[in-house]
């Protein structure tokens, strides 16, 4: 009403009545429990709900509660609230929690919980001048929440019954209580303390659980004041590295994921943790460059890391008639010289130009694998060039198509399945082998994307013996050989025998890598195997 006052107006509506029980995993009735429900806007996390709940109620003798809910009115054109989180908990077990939708509470009802029972990890955290750190904020992760596993995966990705994480504040006298400790789990534990909405200290990570429910463990934690850490990068004279990326890797004994501000070209960490960090620069063009930069607790510190344009490795990508392929991607790796097996992180990439030529500028120097993608054609194998390297020209290659045709042996069924195992014979994968497992239609069959050369194929079909033959490969186009007559083969027989030189029965005898082969001893110990 123009004097700075905001008047609203509340509306109350009926209610709708919400009841269920709550119980323990071996379905006793778990008496004193609470449940509240919050309206899901407010939930920041599904796992940590803050603020006033929507309703309350507490569970009787028979684990049973009961509460008329009141859900917000929804204004005109407005569906109001769509959904609530409702949480179990129990002094010593783990919440669990469900969401319900106001609109079908009635059909949704009796709600169900079952509660797993917990273990506790108690501490006291102290600052950085070594007193106990009153409201001091702990965190408890799963050791397979997002930021402590290489998967990537976050704890939500799993089962409600899954391990959760844990928040706490510290009390008057710097302790802290995780009352919810999934038993069984090694919990990574730090803690933070803030001022005017700054962390100003962060302790290192700790590792704690419990092995049985009803446990308690200990884990104290320090907390250590944290520094500032920049990051200038810059390029050499008449360069650019407006497209750089980087990387900051913090202590191992950190909390691992970093909150960083990347503007005009310099990255801050204005929470750095002291320790070991390492920084990882790449940019396009431009050669990749690590630095490791020990930060002191508490300490400020600006890093300048210049670029250099590094090596390249160029060359013309042709087919199999030696005629350039345009469009190809070509991908450049460097490898660890320390360990041959393994590359350093970051790559290089470009296309190949109309007349098949490309250049990747900004390696290392030192051993580059070469990787290839087309649409239409196949790298044979990866290619290791020793950069700086010029007039490299790898070969892809047009997969080609088998087909082939069994013929059985005379009065023999023609065989509805067969393995084929194709080798190659020449290239920097000689050797390798492609097992098939092929249906036969009237005794034919078709293999797709074999690779162009020579190989041997091997045909193994229920009720003969193994096929062995050398074809090569053209590349591009359907490869038709003459037909495979199959034979019977031989039979080979014998006795299996313990020590005492008594016969074993039951034992199982198989031709090696051939599982159709197999038979068993009889009473004697004798065998059969045919084909």
Not at 159 to 165: D, K, L
Request: a negative charge.
């Amino acid at each position: 009403d123009g004097d700075g006052v905001t008047r609203l107006r509340l509306v109350m509506t009926p209610g709708s009545v919400v009841d269920g029980r709550v119980l323990t995993r071996d379905g006793e009735p778990l008496a004193g429990a609470v449940v509240r429900a919050w309206e899901e806007a407010h939930a920041t996390d599904l796992w940590t709900l803050e603020g006033a709940p929507l309703w309350s109620a507490t569970t009787d003798e028979e684990g049973r509660f009961r509460t008329e809910a009141h859900w917000p009115r929804a204004d005109e054109g407005d569906e109001g609230l769509v959904s609530a989180v409702v949480k179990a908990t129990g002094a010593g077990w783990i919440h669990e929690r469900t969401e319900l939708w106001p609109k079908h509470a009635d059909k949704a009802t009796p709600l169900v919980f079952r509660l797993r029972p917990a273990g506790v990890i108690l501490g006291v955290v102290n600052g950085p001048d070594g007193q106990p750190a009153v409201g001091a904020d702990v965190y408890a992760y799963p050791p397979d929440f997002w930021a402590f596993t290489p998967a990537g995966r976050s704890e939500r990705d799993t089962a409600r019954t899954h391990p959760r994480e844990l928040h706490v504040r510290t009390d008057a006298e710097g302790g802290y209580v995780f009352s919810e400790v999934h038993p069984g789990t090694a919990y990574r534990l730090f803690a933070e303390l803030e001022t005017e909405d700054e962390v100003v200290a962060r302790s290192a990570v700790s590792t704690g659980g419990v092995e049985a429910a009803g446990d308690t463990t200990t884990v104290n934690l320090s907390a250590r004041r944290l520094g500032r850490l920049q990051i200038v990068v810059t390029a050499e004279a008449g360069g650019s590295a407006s497209r750089r990326r980087v990387e900051l890797t913090p202590p191992p004994d950190a909390r691992p994921w970093v909150y960083e501000r990347d503007e005009d070209g310099v990255v801050t960490v204005a929470e750095a943790d002291a320790g070991r960090w390492t920084l990882d620069v790449d940019a396009g063009g431009w050669r990749p460059v690590r630095k490791v930069v020990l930060l002191a607790e508490g300490e400020s510190k600006t890093v300048t890391i210049r670029l250099e344009r590094g090596v390249a490795v160029e060359g013309r990508v042709v087919d199999d008639a030696g005629q350039p392929v345009p469009g190809a991607t070509v991908y450049a790796y460097s490898v660890d010289p320390e360990n041959p097996s393994l590359y350093l992180d970051g790559y290089e990439e470009t296309r190949s130009d109309v007349e098949g030529r490309f250049r990747i500028d900004g390696l290392r120097p030192g051993p580059t694998d070469l990787m290839f993608r087309h649409e239409r054609l196949r790298s044979d194998a990866v290619v290791r060039v020793e950069a700086p390297a010029a007039c490299v020209e790898p070969r892809l290659h047009a997969p080609a198509t088998l087909r082939l045709v069994l013929v059985p042996a005379p009065g023999a069924p023609c065989p509805e399945h067969a393995r084929i195992t194709l080798t190659r014979l020449e290239g920097a994968r000689a050797g390798t082998q492609r097992q098939e497992y092929v249906a036969l239609r009237g005794g034919a069959c078709r293999i797709e994307n074999v690779m162009p050369g020579p190989i041997t194929c091997a045909v193994e079909a229920p009720g003969h013996a193994p096929y062995v033959t050398r074809l090569r490969i053209r590349p591009g186009t359907a490869n038709e050989p003459d037909p495979f007559a199959l034979s019977l083969g031989l039979t080979l027989r014998g006795r299996i025998v313990d020590a005492e030189e008594r016969g074993v029965e039951g034992a199982r005898v198989l031709a090696w890598g051939n599982p159709d082969t197999a038979a068993r001893t009889d009473a004697r110990g004798d065998f059969e195997i045919r084909h």
